[in-house]
């Protein structure tokens, strides 16, 4: 199942109406010939931690793989007015966009990989007024997914191995929100999803047993419990806290063991509210006490890594761990901070420019050139990143250089092994990548995690990985900066 099954054929006008009015400009300017490149990044790492999952990339290349202009698309645009009356667009440049075909060259950090602020996760090069159009798009596709896959892996690592279950579909930001933050969460690290659309369209496993209105549909709630094991003998975790929870524990157990009679499992009971550490060690006890040492206690209540990570640490007897409201929408941070930006021109007959943006604060001023991220590891694993430019001759020897305070830099080993982490996806508009399977996007985040220092996964206050600019490329963006600055002054 792919976007178009859940939205009209054409998504090209899901976009910024600046976008289009750029792109008009190009064209009117005689620009239409021309290349740009232009990155996606972000500039901080999400709930002040050390590091983000790249996520989304494939809801991009369905978009990309399917963009056009059809006829309801270009009807609409030409239907808009300007402050004067006139129409904003003329109907040369809507049949332009008409017969556009997708040209462009797009590069991306596959879904799972373990990625750091400044870094590339597209870099698209082409006609420049096709790389302005996608801006918003490729943002709304890239910003959410990997904000919450950056959540999932967060609460997956402080479950240390129990399984996580993503359970926001309730209060996600719409059906899209809902169905994307499953994806991201499970490409994170959780293990499963109650999102049963999230389940058909990705191939998540799906999990749930019931709710309080099951129990409050019948006159007691011991009756409950052997309705719901005669009607779901394989799926017996009874939610035993709607009245007095440790009560709830004692009739658990009573049909637990009518279930063991009849050759069937108890297996777990859900807590939904209260001290959960404690609640949850005198639940185990009686399970233990009862025989049922294998019966899971499954959790859920507002949760998230840090309370997670608080009741580990409290001694809590949970196996499971439902995650809903504060994993779907990442409560704690609703938006992650990327950005689109124009790094290189290449006009007609000349060759290609460096460009940046500008700032008063240094963490604002955009990288230029086509850049490429280069990763190096030894054998203990990874020790620095390299956001370096196709442009410039490679070193020979690597220094990174941190953009923020250049007093602060590391030469590389020449025994460091490396690699590339923007990979081709499409050439020419030609798409020439196969996303892997969703399993191997999961797989990818957690053993990814696994080869950098425990301190850059520290919830609080997290270590610094090295991350920036390769020397040569510092060096031509401070010329860069200071030829702007000196024509700005004078």
């Known amino acids: 199942m792919k976007l178009r099954d859940l939205y009209r054929d054409s998504l090209s006008l899901l976009t910024d109406f600046y976008q289009l009015t750029m792109a008009c400009g ?9 290349e740009a490149v232009y990155h996606l990044h972000y500039r901080k790492n999400p709930f002040k931690g050390g590091f983000a999952v790249a996520c989304g990339l494939e809801s991009v290349i369905e978009f990309l793989d399917d963009f056009h202009f059809d006829e309801s698309d270009l009807d609409y645009l030409s239907n808009l007015k300007d402050f004067d009356g006139n129409p904003y667009f003329p109907g040369e440049f809507l049949q332009y966009l008409g017969d556009m075909k997708f040209e462009c060259d797009v590069d991306a950090i596959p879904e799972g990989t373990v990625v750091f602020p400044q870094e ?58 809902a169905v994307t933050a499953s994806r991201s969460s499970y490409i994170g690290g959780c293990h499963g999803t109650s999102n049963v659309l999230a389940g058909k369209m990705f191939g998540i496993p799906v999990s749930g047993t019931h709710a309080h209105s099951w129990i409050t549909a019948f006159d007691e709630e011991l009756e409950s419990f052997y309705a719901f094991a005669r009607a779901m003998p394989g799926n017996t975790i009874f939610l035993v806290d709607t009245f007095d929870t440790i009560e709830g524990v004692k009739k658990a157990i009573e049909v637990g063991k009518w279930l063991k ?10 807590l939904d509210s209260g001290d959960l550490a404690y609640l949850s060690i005198e639940s185990r006890k009686l399970l233990d006490n009862a025989g049922f040492e294998e019966t ?12 997670i990570s608080d009741l580990k640490k409290q001694g809590a007897q949970i196996a499971v761990w439902g995650v809903g409201t504060n994993l779907a929408t990442a409560k704690d941070q609703p938006a992650l901070d990327g950005i689109y930006k124009l790094s290189a021109v290449k006009h007609k007959g000349k060759d290609w420019q460096h460009k940046l943006k500008l700032s008063e604060q240094m963490i604002k001023i955009s ?56 990979v081709p996806i499409f050439q020419k508009g030609k798409l020439c990548y196969r996303s892997p399977p969703i399993d191997e996007m999961r797989e990818k985040t957690i053993k990814g995690l696994k080869k950098f220092h425990s301190g850059i996964k520290r919830f609080l206050n997290p270590h610094q990985y090295v991350v920036g600019l390769e020397r040569n490329l510092y060096q031509i963006k401070v010329k860069i900066i200071k030829e702007i600055r000196e024509k700005v002054n004078q």
Do not use: H
């Open 26 to 34: 190009y064209w009117k300017e005689g620009l239409k010939d021309s």
């Open 120 to 177: 590339s996760l597209l870099r698209v090069k082409g006609p420049i007024i096709q790389c302005q159009l996608l801006e918003s798009p490729l943002l709304n596709l890239v910003n959410f997914p990997t904000l919450i896959a950056t959540k999932g892996a967060r609460v997956s690592m402080a479950a240390k191995g129990d399984k996580v279950l993503e359970f926001g579909l309730r209060r996600a930001q719409g059906i899209d929100g």
């Open 261 to 270: 009679e009849n050759g069937r499992k108890f297996y777990g009971i859900r």
């Open 296 to 307: 899971k206690i499954v959790a859920s209540n507002e949760l998230d890594e840090t309370v």
């Open 367 to 422: 990288n230029p050139g086509i850049l490429q991220v280069r990763r190096f590891s030894n054998e203990y694993g990874n020790i620095a990143d390299v956001i370096y430019d196709e442009l410039l001759p490679p070193p020979e020897q690597w220094t990174v250089v941190d953009p923020l305070d250049p007093t602060r830099q590391k030469t590389l080993p020449d025994s460091a092994e490396s690699q590339d982490l923007l």
